[in-house]
Antibody, heavy 118, light 113 residues
Framework: EVQLVESGGGLVQPGGSLRLSCAAS????????MHWVRQAPGKGLEWVGR??????????DYAASVRGRFIISRDDSKNSLYLQMNSLETEDTAMYYC?????????WGQGTLVTVSS | DIVMTQSPDSLAVSLGERATINCKSS????????????LAWYQQKPGQSPKLLIS???TRESGVPDRFSGSGSGTDFTLTISSLQAEDVAVYYC?????????FGQGTKLEIK
């Protein structure tokens, strides 16, 4: 069974940093592209970015709203995905989901809540 | 960027009746590599994470009831629930994975009338 478990969310001040993690199991993580998607309170889904697999050099793509501030990485030895969030803004307040790609987003975690507030 | 526009924003349907949600993309998402539409539909129930319902515009995922169906091609797509059940109350999103940045529709909130 595929499982994705996010962690690392919390309250952070504007301008601060936070690192989210996503622990994966039940599939061959190293061969899989992985995504982050976020959802502001009461709002819709927003794609944050994607990391390809090692065969594709772990290259990344980002939404314009986070490019230059967020970094997606992975550690295949730990079956883990990460989202390093820097220069956080109040508009980054959201539930952050990791998702497994099978062209589409086949599996989603339960999410971790990030609140950016002073 | 490809803009995904869903209609309506909200919908109230009686139990047992048909519910139809539309999704329009600002450009074609029919990919020549596999002659498939790179569109998926997700269901998000209150307090839960999104769940994949339909891939490739019309392929129902394993375990999804057959009252859910997807159709359309190119730029116009539809999610249909043939006979609404109480457990179908949710927000439904379309999603294009044809190009980066990937984008979602704004969501359609489905309620019981």
């Amino acid at each position: 069974e595929v499982q994705l478990v996010e962690s690392g969310g919390g309250l952070v001040q504007p301008g601060g940093s936070l690192r989210l993690s996503c622990a994966a199991s039940g599939f061959t993580f190293s061969g899989t592209y992985m995504h982050w998607v976020r959802q502001a309170p009461g709002k819709g889904l927003e794609w944050v970015g994607r990391i390809r697999n090692n065969a594709n050099s772990d290259t990344t793509d980002y939404a314009a709203s986070v490019r230059g501030r967020f970094i997606i990485s992975r550690d295949d030895s730990k079956n883990s995905l990460y989202l390093q969030m820097n220069s956080l803004e109040t508009e980054d307040t959201a539930m952050y989901y990791c998702a497994r790609e099978n062209y589409f987003l086949e599996n989603w975690g339960q999410g971790t809540l990030v609140t950016v507030s002073s | 960027d490809i803009v995904m526009t869903q209609s309506p924003d909200s919908l109230a349907v009686s139990l047992g009746e048909r519910a139809t949600i539309n999704c329009k993309s600002s450009q074609s998402i029919l990919h020549t590599s596999n002659n498939k539409n790179w569109l998926a539909w997700y269901q998000q129930k209150p307090g839960q994470s999104p769940k994949l319902l339909i891939s490739w515009a019309s392929t129902r995922e394993s375990g999804v009831p057959d009252r859910f169906s997807g159709s359309g091609s190119g730029t116009d797509f539809t999610l249909t629930i043939s006979s609404l059940q109480a457990e179908d109350v949710a927000v439904y999103y379309c999603h294009q994975h044809y190009s980066t940045p990937q984008t979602f529709g704004q969501g359609t909130k489905l309620e019981i009338k």
